[in-house]
């Protein structure tokens, strides 16, 4: 079973955490914009959100029209059933501005996932999750330590599980390329993070249930599926998606029966992971099953499904930054066995991850509630919240402010390295939190923030001992040459 004293990836010391100025010395003024008649406003915004205008020129627009970053506007889900789930909130859309839905002194977390909306409790056991707690309620050093403590004890598995599924993964991909021209390497990718996955987080081996091991991606495609499509804009086929994808939450009912098989598999399989959140954490048995089934499908397996193709697309047919990384790989790792401790030396590839969660960060909104008044700080004003007012950020709007990052429009593979390029990580916010922070149980960060760099890393080091360079897309590979 999995060591606690193994080394971790957070071992080494990290770049402490920076917050921006204090804005008490800024001009302090009225939140532009407004959420428009009842009803109507939010009709409005929701169909220019998801269908005329999409969101990133929906935002755009209302910040050059109230020429601020910080505005009030409504954001879907909304009417006609989701009766109980309010649309008004705060945007802020700079970088100053959008720290701030990290401040746990000012925001709370209590089941503010995705905005106002929260999917049925029934896709977590009629449970709250970690997810939905805030570092306020006891529970959730419970669950955070938990989660802390799987991935300490991973840590001597995790390098080996990954590089022996992504073996399995190139080999399939190699095959389809070899005789159909290319490889859509989705598929193959998910199987081979929910096998990996699985035996590092649930300490459970898929082989020994048959329908989990061949199924157990779909399941969680689906699963994650009914919970987000609500929320999520698909530009494609309207008004088909606002009538059917977008009016009302789907139920449980649809996956319960893959549900109940993850259930079962995590509870017998996983037994020794589940009965240590019981013993050391003080959780329920269902609590700890359905936090591990939720850590093991939605953080992990979703998070990796989204993050990981983005990273082969900015890798795409770059063959600039192929050859520059891939120099760097044979000189610093060779033929060595892949390790955390040896990607690290690998400055360039690990810019190249920051630069790829910069620009293609895998989460784009995140929210929090206001959990008293104060004084909301961006570059140039201060603006008055309310207590329980909602706050909505877009990631792809603060990660790319002038203001912050120079160039912010351009994919600048370079642009984290040396020095200056370490003072920016107190700027990258992808983890519910900056990069140079680190998750505690007192605040809402990512458990595994440093394990996804790191096996980002990874995944770049092996393409590149593997491989001379490859051609490839957000979802397919269409050549590949063999390292000489």
């Known amino acids: 079973m999995l060591s606690s004293s193994s080394p971790s990836p957070t071992s080494t010391p990290t770049i402490k955490p920076s917050s921006p100025p204090p804005s008490t010395s800024l001009p302090v003024r009225a939140i532009p914009g407004s959420y428009g008649l009842p009803l109507i406003g939010a009709v409005s915004d929701r169909l220019n959100y ?10 755009k627009k209302k910040m050059e029209s109230h020429k601020s970053t910080v505005f009030r506007t409504n954001i879907p889900p909304s009417f006609p059933f989701f009766l109980n789930v309010n649309p ?25 996932l995705i905005g106002d909306f929260m999917p049925s409790t029934s896709f977590t056991g009629n449970i709250r999750v970690g997810v939905y707690l805030d570092t306020t309620e006891p529970q959730h050093a419970q669950v955070k330590s938990f989660c802390l403590d799987i991935l300490k004890r991973s840590s001597n598995v995790w390098t080996s599980e990954f590089l022996s599924n992504i073996n399995d993964m190139w080999g399939k ?13 989705l598929i193959p990718l998910q199987q081979s993070l929910f096998r990996f996955l ?3 987080i649930v300490g459970a081996d898929p082989a020994t249930s048959p329908e989990v091991a061949e199924n157990g991606h779909i399941m969680l495609d689906k699963w994650l599926a009914l919970q987000l499509i609500p929320t999520q804009s698909i530009p494609v086929l309207q008004p088909l998606v606002e009538i059917f994808l977008h009016s009302f939450a789907y139920p449980f009912a649809l996956v319960s029966g893959d549900y109940g098989k993850l259930y079962k598999f995590v509870k017998i399989q996983g037994n020794e992971t589940v009965q240590r959140g019981i013993t050391e954490y003080g959780l329920k048995q269902d609590e700890a099953i359905h936090n591990l089934i939720f850590v093991l499908g939605f953080n992990a397996f979703g998070g990796f499904s989204v993050f990981l193709p983005s990273l082969l697309d900015s890798l795409g047919s770059n063959n600039e930054i192929q050859e520059k990384l891939r120099m760097e790989v044979r000189e610093v790792v060779g033929s060595s066995p892949l390790s955390f401790e040896l990607v690290k030396k690998l400055d360039l590839v690990q810019s190249f991850v920051y630069e790829t969660l910069r620009f293609k960060p895998p989460v784009r909104a995140q929210f929090a509630r206001a959990r008293k008044d104060f004084v909301l700080g961006s570059h140039d004003s201060g603006f008055e919240v309310k ?5 909505f950020g877009y990631q792809p709007f603060a990660m790319r402010d002038p203001k912050v990052f120079d160039d912010p429009e351009t994919f600048i593979p370079d642009r984290f390295i040396e020095d200056k390029g370490k003072e920016l990580l107190k700027y990258l916010y992808w983890s519910n939190g900056p990069q140079s922070d680190s998750p505690s149980t007192s605040n809402k960060q990512c458990a595994a923030k440093d394990y996804v760099v790191l ?3 990874m995944l770049v080091a092996d393409m590149f001992q593997r491989y001379d360079s490859i051609t490839a897309t957000s979802s397919a590979i269409t050549a590949i040459e063999k390292a000489k």
């Open 50 to 59: 998801y269908w005329f205008q999409g969101p990133e020129t929906f935002l």
């Open 88 to 112: 008004k909130m705060i945007a802020v859309l700079d970088c100053k501005a959008f720290s701030t839905l990290f401040d746990m002194d000012v925001v709370e977390k209590k089941n503010v």
């Open 173 to 185: 991909i190699e095959k389809d390329v070899a005789v159909n021209g290319s490889a859509s390497y």
């Open 198 to 200: 699985a035996k590092c």
């Open 387 to 391: 207590k329980g007012e909602l706050l």
């Open 455 to 457: 096996t980002a890393c």
